[in-house]
């Protein structure tokens, strides 16, 4: 059993405040701090442990509004002493990595900038672009982020054209590779006519691009060319010059101007306002700019020096020693630039040198770094500003007590009511939140093919969503609400952490009378603010109101409900185009219990059609190898109930 004392925060306990912050010692190390549910809020180092977690309990000192939420919440803190602060910089990567603790997010996962991801923890890895870095797989690689996503989008496309490589993410056909196999694209991984180990060392030539090599790429297969063509092995040194070729169509026109072209190095710079700070590195690798990364942090989370190393050990933390550079400019000196320093150095294998230039070409550099981040920074406000008088205006024609931070949007797709399917869509601040869309596939025994129900349809989905809060008061709901205006994220177990704003149905009067009605059941419709969207007229309807809204369709906030509306829209037809495609594959031996993709392969083989093996005996079906007489009896008596 936990003492009351110890879950106690230890800014009300002076007593034990005092004689936790004497046990620490003044060496390098790691501090932890846990609250009165032991999690871990925060994970520090630092060369003096003692005066880096005594300065968070000074009067004196200015904490964030951020940190000094966590202080409040610290009931212990642990540390792990090191032997150099290098040692502590390492440790506490790890440590971050293994336990993510809320207060160390820095970055914000704003999905704005995507990445390249390569999934080595696949026998035989997919290359993709993705804005949702996934954490689960320790072995996939994750490139980016990429600010200039059409760019990146061509490369993708290049580099698929130039490398056979898996351009799917499922096998098309069971049996037999697809059209990229015939075209030279794919080398039939689907039906593993590749090793996987010859496959992987294609994959790793094209990790050398998205690493900044390949220059020194392009020298490897130079070579090989040659020794091919020595080897009148004309075919193979014809199709290294084409990649050769390729790879040097990747190189941007851009010359950066600095003194010395053979040193690799990145150049890093933010712009900030009171509450966003947008950073860009640049990848300069021969005098060359070969990648250009976006990263978004919270400007109140430190001082500039303190973002910028923040970004860095994060960025490189992920890295390979072959991706670190060996000169580091930054626009603002760091608070630990020698530790920092000298962890790059340690995981590189040689020199890393971190320089914030003051004057000449290298202090010309940061300034054009810095610019890039300021005309970020100014379209993000813009996009902000766009989003905020949207929600404003949208308050303002529903009369809204507070702005629709969260609005969810429902949708029904389905062809006169075969694969019957429901949409949720999510917008944040009026930005689509695509973690926390949702698919439903409808269950309504009333709903089959040639018979549809949107009504009901739209019932059920709505029934399905709010069923959790169903049980919960009125005042419940609402001391929900006030309790998360206080709790930060990711700590609140509160079952109402996503309770919308506002919902938007698809439809006219009937859809939203529909779902009225289950609101009401569920004791739900007092708080939660319900709307429908017509399609034809672009109509809102309220709850009890024969007639829409007078709207003009050019309002900000009209524009932002139609652009949940269609998002919607998307989202369900796209999964039932989906579940209308696996309809259609799927073969009626899929339904016969324990006759696998191999078994069935055997029996198509054997039989050449479906229609003849529903006319075979049990003693022709046994002729088929690993065809036993349990197997032979269940698919007879399948075919022949």
Known sequence: ???????????????????CLQEIPAEPGVYLMRDGSNHILYIGKS??????????????????????????????????????????????????????????????????YPYVCITWSETYPRLFI????????EKDKYYGPYVDVGLLRNIVNLVKRIFPIRQRPRPLFKDRPCLNYDLGRCPGVCQQLISAEEYRQTLQKIAMIFQGRTGELIDTLTATMKQNAEALNFEA?????????GLKSLSTDQKVSLPDDTVSRDAIALAADSQHACIQLFQIRAGRLVGRLGFFADAQSGTPGAILQRVLEEHYQAADPVEIPAEILVQHELPDTEILAEYLSDKKGRKVTLLAPQRQTKAELIGMVERNACYELERTQRAADRNTQAMEDLAKILDLPDLPHRIEGYDISHIQGANAVASQVVFIDGIPAK?????????NPAVTVGHSDDFASLAE????????????????VTDIKDELLVSPPGLSTSAANDLPDLLMIDGGKGQLSAVVAVLQEMNLLEELRVV???????????????????TDLEQPGVQLLRRVRDEAHRFAVSFHRQQRTDTLRRSSLDEIPGLGFYRQKQLLAHFRSIDYIREASVEQLL??????????????NYFHP
């Open 1 to 19: 059993m936990v003492s009351s004392a110890k879950t106690l925060p230890l800014v009300k306990d002076p007593d034990r405040l005092e004689s």
């Open 47 to 112: 060369k003096k442990l003692r005066s880096r977690v005594r300065s968070y309990f000074r009067e004196s000192q200015q904490l964030s509004d951020r940190i000094a939420m966590m202080v409040r919440q610290v009931t212990e803190i642990e540390f792990i002493v090191t032997d150099t602060e290098a040692e502590a910089l390492a440790l506490e990567a790890n440590l971050v990595k293994q336990h993510q603790p809320y207060f160390n997010v820095l970055l914000k996962d704003d999905k704005k």
């Open 130 to 137: 993705t804005r949702k870095r996934e954490l689960g797989k």
């Open 237 to 245: 040194a014809a199709r290294i010059r084409d990649q050769i070729s």
């Open 435 to 443: 973690q926390h869309y949702r698919h439903y596939k409808i269950k």
């Open 461 to 476: 989905v709505i029934s399905r969503r709010f069923r959790k809060y169903e049980q919960l008061a009125v005042d419940v």
């Open 532 to 550: 429908s969207l017509a399609k034809q007229r672009e109509e809102i309807f309220l709850p009890g109101e024969s007639l829409p809204l007078s």
């Open 623 to 636: 002729e088929v190898s690993g065809i036993g007489p349990y197997l032979a009896r269940e698919i007879y």
